[in-house]
């Protein structure tokens, strides 16, 4: 309410994981292929690879993770492949699968009221389009969910986090085809109607904006164009449409979220081209809320898709459903801003996935992301005030090269001052300006797999996992300073940073 000077008893606190990269047991309990694991290891200054094979020459290969530009992720005849001799994180991540009671157990002592994690398509559905869902699949899940019901945290799911079941890639070059609307809906469903009375928070596509960047990593898509992501993200929007109508019929106390990768953009100088630049780059974003959350596809990206003679594959009824069932609440992934400019400036600062320059004010980590201590005040306000919908942080924190020193600890005091930071930004969000916000899930709460580049050096837990970038370690788990200083955060809901 309007006097509340903090965040309310029912705010959510908690971390944030994804199947691919933290969950491991690849091959385990009949789970099938998905595109991350076809995806090898890489680094700041090197990207990663999707492995392929061609089946009729036997030729085999890599080709460098595709962002932002229009090609096939693999060579015309191939397809994505596991093979001999490359290593890929997603295969044993770091091993959630053999782990879940020890780190949900972690995560009730830091006082968690909420855990994020996918669900890994393929391990319910192996290909994607089977007839019948797997049940050793369903199981763990099951597990899952009755141990995080045993300290009383509530599960957050995330039913597609980068993860497209890779047969669905091959056979019907992934969310570019209508096809994949049934199966995910199939899917959504099983796993909705399973998990009745224990999951009462589903989010559908994980930074569903991604598409845009990367149609393998957002969509399964191995021939990405902009016609193929812009079909690919339609189907995206009416899957996400009908699973809230079956949800809400199947279980009326389930809330479907929309997922966005959220960063503002700052213009770098008073320019008004400058200004008009970051509002016009900022339509790339918000096309996808405007959608997803607000029910309507906005003129300015009809306009566009006009512009290039892009001609979706659509029905009247899709757009009625999108009109009719948005998504519940939106939430985002918001790690920093990033900064844009129609002058020619030296140095373009490049976070993973984000392009920008650099902003002079602000401080960068080893990979080039931005802290900005005010992010999550404005992110929240402008959401909140062209959406008029709840909100949640589902991500947010920093990646680092963490080490465990001699005392057997991780004396990670970077990490403690960006959460400070940011956690501080959010409260003057809630308290000062009265956004509607559930909850907050740091990302990466338990040490796992870097999306962007793969390494396990790119670290963000709470907790340490001892396990290097090519394999080695015993998978032990380590809380680091930052552990214990969450643990007061919530302790205190949010009042002693
Ligand atoms: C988001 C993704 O892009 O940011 C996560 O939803 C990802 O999957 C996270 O891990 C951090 O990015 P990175 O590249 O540092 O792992």
């Not at 339509?283 to 003129?299: E, K, L, R």
């Amino acid at each position: 309410g309007v006097f509340n000077l903090a965040f309310d008893d029912h705010f959510l606190w908690g971390g944030a994981t994804a199947a691919n990269q933290y969950e491991g047991g690849y091959r385990d309990g009949g789970k099938g292929l998905s595109t991350a694991d076809v995806m090898t290891a890489g680094a700041y200054d090197k990207p990663r690879r999707v492995t392929w094979k061609n089946p009729t020459t036997g030729a085999t290969g890599g080709t460098p993770m595709q962002f932002g530009q229009a090609g096939r992720q693999v060579p015309e005849g191939a397809e994505p492949a596991v093979l001999p001799g490359e290593y890929y994180p997603s295969h044993i991540a770091t091993d959630f699968y053999h782990h879940y009671q020890e780190d949900i157990k972690l995560m009730s002592e830091m006082g968690f009221k909420v855990f994020r994690l996918s669900i890994n398509w393929a391990r319910i559905f192996p290909n994607g389009d089977d007839e019948e869902p797997n049940e050793a699949g369903l199981a763990f899940y099951d597990h899952v969910f009755d141990e995080c019901k045993k300290y009383d945290i509530e599960p957050l799911v995330t039913l597609s986090h980068y993860e497209t079941p890779l047969n669905l890639a091959i056979k019907y070059n992934g969310w570019a085809s209508r096809k994949l609307i049934d199966f995910f809906v199939k899917y959504a469903t099983t796993v909705i109607e399973r998990y009745k009375g224990k999951v009462h928070y589903y989010l559908t596509f994980n930074e569903i904006n991604m598409i845009d960047m990367s149609g393998f990593l957002g969509g399964g898509i191995i021939n990405a164009t902009e016609q193929t992501r812009a079909q690919g993200a339609h189907n995206q929007f009416v899957a996400s449409a009908l699973t809230v109508r079956a949800a809400h019929k199947i279980d009326p106390d389930v809330k479907i979220g929309q997922m966005l990768a959220y960063s503002p953009l700052y213009a770098l100088t008073a320019d008004p081209n400058d200004q008009l630049k970051a509002q016009v780059d900022m339509q790339d974003t918000y096309f996808f809320a405007d959608v997803q959350t607000g029910g309507h596809y906005p003129a300015y990206r009809l306009k566009k898709y006009a512009r290039d003679g892009i001609k979706l594959d659509d029905t009247p009824e899709d757009y009625e459903l999108l009109a009719h069932y948005p998504a519940d609440f939106l939430s985002f992934s918001c790690y920093g801003s990033n900064t844009v400019t129609t002058h020619k400036t030296a140095g373009s600062d490049a976070g993973n996935f984000m392009a920008g320059v650099k902003n002079p004010y602000l401080k960068t980590n080893a990979w080039g992301w931005a802290t900005d201590p005010q992010v999550l005040r404005i992110a929240l306000n402008n959401l909140y005030d062209r959406y008029h919908k709840p909100l949640w942080v589902v991500e947010n924190g920093i990646g680092w090269a963490d080490e465990l020193t001699a005392d057997g600890k991780v004396h990670d005091s970077y990490r403690i001052e960006y959460l400070q930071q940011n956690i501080a930004a959010m409260r003057d969000a809630v308290t000062l300006d009265g956004v509607d916000l559930m909850g907050y899930t740091m990302w990466g709460c338990i040490d796992l797999v870097s999306a962007g580049t793969g390494e396990m050096k790119k670290r963000y837990g709470f907790v340490y996992v001892d396990r290097d970038d090519q394999g080695n370690g015993t998978l032990a788990r380590t809380p680091k300073d930052s552990f214990y200083w969450y643990k007061k955060v919530i302790a205190t809901n949010g009042e002693d940073l």
